[in-house]
């Protein structure tokens, strides 16, 4: 990449206009994420994450963005000695790279992974979690970092979902992104079918079914192999979706709420096929 | 109420500079809350369920904000219908009373219940959530939605808590809000006492706790009356807060995430105790 001689003089901080920025920046869109097959992960947290899976040869990390603050320094180092390029920038510079309102001053470029959905259910995981036309970045960061704690072997991204890569979906998912295998295909047909033929039952959470998932559980349905398909915030699964499942599943309500939202429905559901496949 | 001729004129609908909306708008503090002994509830569902309160006698609707949006003609005849009085007002008022980035255009003036945690328990639920240094608004309302669809008989908020009537947190709950006692103390030893002498078991949700909630599941100890305590988004629950609880349960963490969100947490903790409760 051809580079301005101010970009790259040592001391000397590159500011937002600089051409190295100005092209990270283009990453912060989902085009330009595509194009560049790169993505940003902003903040300590995922940083350190990211620099992890560099380490452990999961996940490549190009260069990493940080502005002079001493707090940063351990990360700055890793890199180093990681191979990773590290480029001291401006407040204003590390600002114009981040999706949040505090932006923490440390952005590492990654390698966007382009895992399948057949790829990622390879390891035949136990239990995986299926996002169908889930539109909050916010939302779809929090299911990945359910999914990984509940101890799914994936999340798949169908049809219309937000992208996993979204700044704030990186930030929700605190570092989850970075610990199972995640995959996209807007072919919500195609995804099913990738959980079918890798054994896994598929289940959607839907608040009108007619079971629940206490009777499942009594039943020994939930320590089966489990595909959760999860469907948008404001309408669920459509019917055509639903068509092409094993079950649906609803969450018991015990009081007067009419639903639960999307995160916490989702964290329900996978900690309640958790809970029986460790039984 | 002094009022200007202005305000009152039939067909013409107040503006943001209105005496009336004026001092509605003062409620979007929480000095002002507990000055004026009201909270505003925003957004259809939310009125819905406020009217419906009022009907029920549980709660008292002083007034209603709509625009002309022929959407919320029902909402303004059944306010008519309860004796609510229904005042018209412009988009740009409606927004001066929203905390929302798209104002929904309708707003309820309702009563501040004054809930204190000992009157919040008198009907002896089985299960609480407690609420102790929660610092984001949109993070208690989905604990206060969550803890209704799991059938808690009362959300306690203790200590620096945020307010449970702070608009986003009205919002986040979905009407949650007005199914369940809602009590506040700043004295978190007073509303842990409340719970004991209520005969419910102290839980705390505690990351680092030694034993999991599978475990306390098998041990039956789920099925017992209790209160869920949950700490705040950052720091989680303090020493001399743990040292007043019967004991603290991590929910397990099968994959490699650090820890769950506040939410998503209180989700799986609330809903393991309703399914011991329900068995």
Redesign the interface.
Known sequence: MAESTSDSRPGTPLTERSSRVAVARKLTRRAGREKAGAFLAEGAQAVGEALTAHADDRLRVRELFVTEQPRHAELAERAVLAGVPVREVTDKAAASLSETVTPQGVVAVCDLPRTDPVAALAHRPKLVAVLVGIADPGNAG?VV????????GAVLFAGDTVDAYNGKAVRAS???LF??PIARDRDVSAVLAACRDAGLRLVGADGHAAGD??TA?RAGELAEPTAWVFGSEAHGLRDEVKAQLDTTLR???????????L??????CL??S??AQ?R
Chains 1, 2 share one sequence.
């Open positions: 929090t970092r359910v999914s990984d704690a509940a101890g799914a605190t570092g989850s610990h199972l998932l206490d559980d969450v018991p309500l015990h009081g007067q709420a009419e639903s639960l939202n995160a916490t429905a989702a964290a329900v900690y309640a958790a809970r460790h």
